[in-house]
């Protein structure tokens, strides 16, 4: 897809406002995947423990995408 074609779905402004949600779906993938790495190993205690780890990442990841969506969408009602 070319950058063109991004900008027009995908604005600039709204590619960048919150970074931390990105780095928050790829901590919840790595920790899934070394989950899923334990358990193959026949660790699954170790496993486990991770599996919880992951939910609570994935929870946090929700939490930013809602309160940045609540945030921006407050502001641009503000704004229009």
Same mark, same amino acid.
């Given at each position: 897809?070319?950058?063109?074609?991004?900008?027009?779905?995908?604005?600039?402004?709204?590619?960048? /406002?919150?970074?931390?949600?990105?780095?928050?779906? @790829?901590?919840? &993938?790595? =920790? $899934?995947?070394? %989950?899923?790495?334990?358990?193959? /190993?026949?660790?699954?205690?170790?496993?486990?423990? @991770?599996?919880? &780890?992951? =939910? $609570?990442?994935? %929870?946090?990841?929700?939490?930013?995408?809602?309160?940045?969506?609540?945030?921006?969408?407050?502001?641009?009602?503000?704004?229009?």
């Amino acid at each position: 897809m070319a950058d063109s074609e991004m900008d027009s779905i995908f604005p600039d402004t709204k590619r960048h /406002r919150n970074p931390l949600v990105p780095i928050g779906a @790829l901590v919840t &993938a790595g =920790v $899934l995947t070394a %989950g899923l790495i334990s358990f193959k /190993r026949g660790n699954s205690q170790l496993g486990q423990q @991770l599996m919880r &780890a992951r =939910v $609570l990442a994935q %929870g946090g990841t929700v939490v930013l995408m809602v309160g940045s969506a609540y945030y921006y969408g407050d502001s641009f009602k503000r704004a229009g």
